[in-house]
């Protein structure tokens, strides 16, 4: 399965889009049974995670579509008296030198009383990556939060807002109230983390978050009419370019059971046959895909079977070139 930069940039939505229709000004994160908050301003930034992990610690991931930089913050409970000493020591451990990367720019500082240490990792596998990390670290009775704030790309003239992250982060209390997360994940952030992925044609690493935004999906609707296509499109097409033709077909298949009058639908399913060389089915779904070519959504476009790798083995066949030729 191969389709073209043309159709792949228009069935997924732009991420800075995404993030001006849904701004997260502030998040607040606590843990189960703590009368006790941490909170962030950070705006333009979407949560993509929020969840308490199986080791019981409460983590919370979020990004900036338009400057690349990811936040994350980390409640962590512990059998002793958190202490500031305590966040220096764990700081020592991530800059020693037989770590799993080669650090360089390392450097200590405060922000506002909070330990903070910064360091780049200029590359990963070999390829550079320029990734600036920020940690600070608070320390409150028996919790640890740990703050990460990171750029891959990292230019000097960034640094400013990366730190400003960091130094407005405070400790809110929450005596009376039953607020313990002002920010659930839900599907729409799975979908825009899949989106990303999906933008960067990072296929393979698209699946996991559509899937999950897929499985809350079936649980609950949440997603407008177009996302929730745009959902089933690039998740069927996320597993046929990673070479997963079954999985493909049963996300189309649902989609169809959802939809039956949605043309990508049949489209994909065409591909994912065309690649297991059925011309049967092939071209029973493109006529499908034609047959409902009005319902196409708002901004896309039904892609041209001859543009798509594919079909080639096809192109022999008079009676696939007439049909394909339909596809105007």
């Not at 409970?77 to 000493?85: H, I, M, P």
């Not at 506002?112 to 780049?120: A, N, W």
């Not at 809110?172 to 960067?200: M, Q, Y």
């Not at 097409?237 to 070479?243: H, K, V």
Request: hydrophobic content about 40%; proline content about 5%; some cysteine.
């Amino acid at each position: 399965m191969k389709f073209p930069a043309a159709t792949l940039v228009a069935l997924s939505i732009p991420g800075a889009l995404l993030v001006a229709q849904s701004p997260a000004p502030a998040f607040r994160v606590s843990f189960p049974g703590e009368k006790w908050a941490v909170e962030i301003q950070a705006p333009g930034f979407l949560v993509t995670q929020n969840e308490t992990q199986q080791d019981g610690r409460r983590y919370l991931l979020a990004l900036n579509e338009k400057s690349g930089v990811d936040l994350s913050i980390t409640l962590e409970k512990v059998s002793k008296s958190a202490t500031l000493e305590g966040c220096k020591q764990e700081f020592e451990i991530r800059i020693q030198p037989d770590g799993p990367f080669r650090l360089t720019g390392i450097k200590q500082s405060e922000a506002g009383g909070m330990p903070v240490l910064q360091y780049m990792i200029r590359e990963f596998n070999g390829a550079p990556i320029e990734q600036e990390n920020m940690f600070g670290c608070m320390a409150r009775e028996h919790m640890y939060v740990d703050l990460h704030v990171s750029k891959a790309g990292f230019q000097d003239a960034d640094e400013p807002q990366m730190l400003d992250l960091l130094k407005n982060a405070k400790i809110v209390d929450l005596s009376g109230s039953d607020e313990t997360n002002t920010l659930p994940a839900g599907a729409i952030a799975f979908f825009i983390e899949g989106s990303r992925h999906f933008d960067l044609q990072e296929f393979d690493q698209a699946i996991v978050p559509y899937r999950r935004a897929l499985d809350l999906e079936k649980q609950h609707r949440s997603l407008d009419d177009a996302k929730w296509h745009t959902l089933i499109d690039n998740l069927a097409m996320a597993y046929g370019i990673s070479g997963d033709l079954d999985a493909s077909q049963r996300i189309v298949e649902y989609g169809i059971s959802e939809d039956s009058a949605y043309p990508m639908f049949y489209f994909i399913l065409a591909d994912d046959f065309a690649e297991r060389d059925d011309l049967l089915n092939t071209m029973k779904n493109l006529r499908l895909a034609l047959k409902y070519k009005a319902n196409i959504l708002a901004g896309e476009k039904l892609p041209k079977p001859l543009a798509d790798d594919a079909f080639k083995r096809f192109w022999g066949n008079e009676e696939f070139m007439q049909l394909a030729d339909q596809f105007k």
